[in-house]
């Protein structure tokens, strides 16, 4: 048992211990087990992260409530119920200089504690600078002991909020979000508007601990402030940048039960403190909403205006129509109409729309922009969401092109040069937040030319864009629509064509007697809904060998089921042995398909980029990142030709891909697709359009023959996206109207 | 044949004289004129400063000198005026370290925006 000062007990039978991290003995994805010391004892410390949130570091000061638990193997260990980084007691003090203030090596630190002892505590909580300078007492430099100070004053207020939040019924990472922001005002600002905290959490992980710990009444103004805003979230998170009036006041009264009365009013006064916008006369939007759909209106108006800096207008310079020609020549090639209207006005205006589907010669209109900017001082840019289009566009256009998130680190660091062209393909995919990140990086004098397919599926993120300014008379745009020959021999686009058209396109009974050449166009399996997931993992083992395959799937709960059942049959090697595990996720093995189901920002990786993991660690190694921390590395995993070390962390945000909804694949092309199709009523016409487009050579539905049919010929779903933009890039135009 | 007391005292003054002469870089320890190190330098023992009224006196000097150097800056300020200046410039200072730490809380809230959609109150 510990028995040094460092370490305190409670009462009950659960214990505190407070001790530094002197090595981690293991990591696993749901528990790091440490050992702790305090003076000359160590004890060895189980911390599940559901208690403790964040990972230990070595050099860490950690406070433990707990108890002593013996294991016939492992002898006595300390079991967490709840850990926070804390300040260090006693002689802890020596360890803590030592491994947080650079400058202290551990001679200085015992110094330092042999001429101070326990009034060092004194000194650093009061910011007694003199007396760590003092030359008989301290003898530090300046700047070394103002460091000091700086850094124990925050990890005080991180310790005093780890506290209060634990006390008050919040969980340890909400405390570390908030300290993120609110630094060392985090208590003042927590104890004046709990709510704040709604920024980092739902409604209902704060209302409780409010109401019971801060005496929050269930009609004060602060909660119902906070139910405008988590009504403003909840639609938010289900992709719409704007609500409907009736739509908020349901939300607002099933949110915080308050009366339709006290929900008009919370309205009211979400309106008079500028938490919520009018924008139409029945709709509202967030504060935040408004502010990140006005900024994309504007700077699209910008745009369309076609003024450089200072409102100067721009010279666009006019087409050589010498080059086109030579171009064609080249190329054996003819330009059609639209395609030569679509080059004419990406390489004039500012700012254009290609809306056209697959095989409508939109890559053709690529190179041949390209052969028109080769002879122009401007350059361009391309990017695409996914790994996987940024390098069929890269490959078809023989230039570099990026994933937006690997553009956007590429651009934070070398800006685009004045007058740059960018094009985004894929458009159709791109939501607000991430056409705000590519509009603030586009030059003052930059372009912009969206291509896509405004019949897809909303993108993954909120709001519309492509497929809101495809209704914009102002906006110049081209719709390409004649199919050319090449696209046309598998037949994809004759049926995408028909589908969009709404009429029955041409289905064959998948025969899988045929040579692969004749492997193409739309085919059907019959299967009942219960064998639709056997069948499909069937056909994936049997196409296997015939090219980039993808499964899509309505639902999670099928996709989850298909990829169990192909991980399972994978994950053998040709002797029988179980290949590698990932450690801290041991439900994915080596080269499993996986997919990204949130922004992985940290990696470029966005929700939906596709990999397969190439490597697992059998001792998970540590990576310093760009930005100087460090992380365990559990597994190496290859997106879109990038190989990416991925940690605990990364993989909570990750699964296995063998089949991911249709969504998921923001624009992803394969050779196949293998489209496993119960009755759902996520279905539509708009859904299975989708899902054949991902297919460059053949698309095979799996399922009832007469739900495929009745979806073809079926009228498309409106994008049902509450947004503002329209009506934000108006007002920009023409000043704002009631 | 061997050099008197006297001499010697003679010959460290007139050394002293001619090293300031030359406007050296006068070594200093705590503020003060360090006179161990410049009696090193010219060879003269450092007891004999004491013995040596004409060194007392020159050593004196320098140390009035030095001192009186100290406060007052080149352009003439005295230390009060000095002191307000490092005052009016820490203030200065402080007010722009504000404006960095709002700065900074802005960027982070509007990233925080935009990855969530959440404002940050």
């Given amino acids: 048992m510990i028995t040094h000062p460092a370490f305190s007990s409670s009462s009950d039978d659960s214990q505190v211990i407070i001790g530094l991290i ?52 492992y002898g006595e260990q300390f ?27 551990i001679n200085k630190a015992k110094a330092l504690w042999s001429v101070f002892g326990n009034e060092i505590y004194r000194v650093l909580n009061d910011s007694d600078i003199s007396a760590l300078t003092d030359k008989k007492r301290g003898n530090l430099p300046f700047d070394i002991a103002h460091f000091a100070i700086e850094k124990w004053q925050i990890n005080k207020s991180e310790t005093e909020a780890a506290r209060f939040f634990h006390q008050k019924g919040f969980s340890t990472s909400l405390a570390k979000k908030a300290l993120s922001f609110y630094g060392t005002e985090t208590l003042d600002k927590i104890v004046d508007n709990p709510y704040r905290l709604l920024a980092f959490t739902s409604f209902d992980a704060i209302d409780k601990p409010s109401i019971e710990c801060f005496g929050v009444e269930l009609n004060d103004q602060r909660r119902m402030l906070a139910g405008v805003t988590a009504s403003v979230y909840k639609a938010y998170d289900s992709g719409h940048m704007a609500i409907p009036t009736r739509e908020l006041l349901k939300n607002v009264k099933q949110i915080t039960h ?55 207008p721009l010279i666009t310079p006019d087409l050589n129509p010498t080059l086109l020609a030579e171009f064609e020549k080249t190329n054996e090639l003819y330009l059609n109409k639209a395609q030569k209207q679509a080059i004419a006005l990406a390489f004039t205006k500012r700012l254009v729309l290609i809306c056209g589907g697959a095989g409508v010669g939109k890559t053709t209109f690529l190179l041949a922009l390209h052969h028109q900017m080769n ?44 007058g740059t062209k960018l094009i985004i393909y894929e458009a159709s995919t791109i939501d607000v937040p991430t056409m705000i990140s590519l509009l603030r990086v586009l030059p003052s004098e930059g372009s912009l030319v969206l291509i896509g ?45 028909d589908i969009r058209g709404e009429k029955l396109p041409a289905i064959y009974s998948f025969d899988k007697s045929l040579s692969l050449d004749k492997q193409v166009g739309l085919c059907h399996i019959d299967s009942n809904e219960k064998n639709i997931s056997s069948i499909a993992v069937g056909l994936s083992y049997f196409v296997a060998e015939w090219g980039e395959t993808q499964i899509i799937a309505p639902t999670v709960a099928l996709c989850d089921d298909i990829n169990i059942q192909l991980h399972n049959s994978y994950k053998y090697t040709e002797s029988d042995q179980i290949k590698p595990l990932v450690r801290c996720k ?80 923001n624009g992803g092309e394969f050779d196949r697709v ?42 498309p779903k409106e994008l049902n996206r509450c947004i503002a933009l329209p009506k934000l890039i108006e007002d920009a135009q023409y000043g704002p109207t009631s | 044949m061997p050099i008197s007391n006297q001499h010697k005292s003679k010959k460290a003054v007139e050394n002293l004289l001619s090293w300031l002469e030359s406007s050296p870089v006068i070594p200093t320890y705590n503020g003060r004129i360090n006179k161990t190190a410049i009696c090193k330098q010219l060879k003269i023992t450092r007891s004999t400063i004491s013995s040596n009224k004409s060194l007392k006196t020159i050593f004196e000097t320098l140390e009035s000198e030095i ?11 005295s230390e009060k005026d000095l002191r307000t200046i490092v005052r009016q410039l820490e203030n200065k200072l402080a007010v722009a370290e504000e404006e960095i730490l709002s700065l900074k809380g802005q960027i982070l809230a509007d990233e925080f925006l935009l990855h969530t959609g959440r404002v940050i109150q």
């Fill in chain 2, 67 to 77: 001192t009186n150097y100290d406060h007052e800056s080149s352009d003439g300020n």
């Fill in chain 1, 375 to 418: 002879n122009s001082p401007r350059v361009i840019a391309q990017v695409a969401l996914s790994g996987r289009t940024a390098k069929k566009l890269a490959d078809a256009t023989q230039s570099e092109a990026s994933t937006i998130d690997a553009f956007l680190t590429k651009v934070r660091k070398k800006p685009l040069a004045d």
């Fill in chain 1, 258 to 312: 308050l009366s339709t009365e006290d929900s008009h009013t919370a309205i009211s006064l979400a309106l008079e403190a500028k938490i919520i916008v009018e924008n139409y006369k029945d709709k509202y939007q967030g504060l935040g909403q408004f502010q990140m759909e006005s900024f994309v209106a504007r700077k699209l108006v910008q745009l369309l205006g076609n003024f450089g800096k200072g409102n100067r």
């Fill in chain 1, 22 to 73: 002197k090595s981690l003995l293991h990591t696993t994805d749901s528990s790091a087990i440490v050992s702790l010391v305090g003076g000359s004892e160590r004890i060895k410390a189980i911390m599940p992260y559901r208690s403790i949130q964040v990972v230990p570091q070595i050099g860490e000061v950690w406070s433990l409530t707990g108890e002593y638990e013996y294991h016939d193997d």
């Fill in chain 1, 586 to 665: 041991k439900s994915i093995a080596l080269d499993d398909v996986i997919v990204c189901t949130k922004n992985i920002h940290s990696k470029n990786l966005t929700n939906g980029s596709l990999g397969r993991i190439t490597y697992v660690y059998d001792h998970p190694e540590t990576v310093i990142l760009a930005n100087g921390d460090t992380e365990i590395s559990f597994a190496v995993a290859e997106f879109g030709g990038e190989e990416v070390k991925l940690s605990a962390n990364d993989f909570q945000d990750i699964k296995l891909g063998y089949a991911i909804t249709c969504n998921r694949l």
């Fill in chain 1, 674 to 715: 293998i489209i496993a199709m119960p009755e759902s009523r996520v279905l539509d016409n708009t859904w299975i359009y989708t899902s054949i487009s991902r297919a460059n050579k053949q698309a095979v539905v799996i399922g009832n023959i007469n739900i495929l049919k009745a979806l073809c010929i079926s009228k």
């Fill in chain 1, 453 to 497: 397919d405004s019949y897809q599926l909303p993108p993954t993120g909120s709001g519309l864009v492509f497929q809101a300014l495809c209704d914009i008379p102002d906006i110049p745009k081209v719709h390409l629509s004649e199919i050319h020959c090449p696209a046309s021999s598998t037949g994809i686009p004759f049926v995408l064509g």
């Fill in chain 1, 79 to 105: 079991i967490t119920s709840f850990g926070h980084r804390t300040l260090p007691r006693g002689t802890l003090i020596v360890a803590y200089f030592q491994h947080h203030i650079p400058g202290i090596g």
